[in-house]
T-cell receptor, first 113, second 114 residues
């Protein structure tokens, strides 16, 4: 069964600090992995998409890494801001499954002043 | 370009009723996917439509159905509502639904079943 697990479930950090969120998956055959940011009451917004051959992708202060061998990904947030407070969701797509995505449970990040 | 829009934004229904939700994709996008989001189960894929045809379907009962019109607008219908159907229903669009394409999500319709 395709599964995506994220850790930690929740995280509180101080403004300006860095943090790293983890994602482990068992989706096969792997096509791509996405990180989304979801603000409370809003739809998810795409941060990064990585395919099998990519191991790092950045979007501003967000850097995602992918290790396809160990089936792990991480999202590193640098110099956190209050606006980074949101849920971060890891999503994995299986090859030939179109948009039939498997979602992780998300990490709820709170950035405090 | 206008983003993905969903109507209505909020809805309250009672058990046994049926409901229809609407999604207008970004102009030019032909793939529309629907998702259910609940606190307990997180985000789950319902189905995807492309060129008026259902292309993929998740593991939901037949009470959940959808359709897509020639202008790519999509509707989702839930019949015989149950309390457990209370959720945020999200739709997302992309140009052709290719596996590497970014999906753009709408704000969602929050459904409460009493």
């Amino acid at each position: 069964k395709n599964q995506v697990e994220q850790s930690p479930q929740s995280l509180i950090i101080l403004e300006g600090k860095n943090c790293t969120l983890q994602c482990n998956y068992t989706v096969s055959p792997f096509s791509n992995l996405r990180w989304y940011k979801q603000d409370t009451g809003r739809g998810p917004v795409s941060l990064t998409i990585m395919t099998f051959s990519e191991n790092t992708k950045s979007n501003g202060r967000y850097t995602a890494t992918l290790d396809a061998d160990t089936k792990q990904s991480s999202l590193h947030i640098t110099a956190s801001q209050l606006s980074d407070s949101a849920s971060y969701i890891c999503v994995v797509s299986a090859y030939n499954a179109g948009n039939m995505l498997t979602f992780g449970g998300g990490t709820r990040l709170m950035v405090k002043p | 370009k206008a983003g993905v829009t969903q109507t209505p934004r909020y809805l309250i229904k009672t058990r046994g009723q049926q409901v229809t939700l609407s999604c207008s994709p970004i102009s030019g996008h032909r793939s529309v996917s629907w998702y259910q989001q609940t606190p307990g189960q997180g985000l789950q894929f319902l189905f995807e439509y492309f060129s008026e045809t259902q292309r993929n379907k998740g593991n939901f009962p037949g009470r959940f159905s959808g359709r897509q019109f020639s202008n790519s607008r999509s509707e989702m219908n839930v019949s015989t509502l149950e309390l457990g159907d209370s959720a945020l229903y999200l739709c997302a669009s992309s140009p052709s639904g290719g596996p590497g394409e970014t999906q753009y999500f709408g704000p969602g319709t929050r459904l409460l079943v009493l």
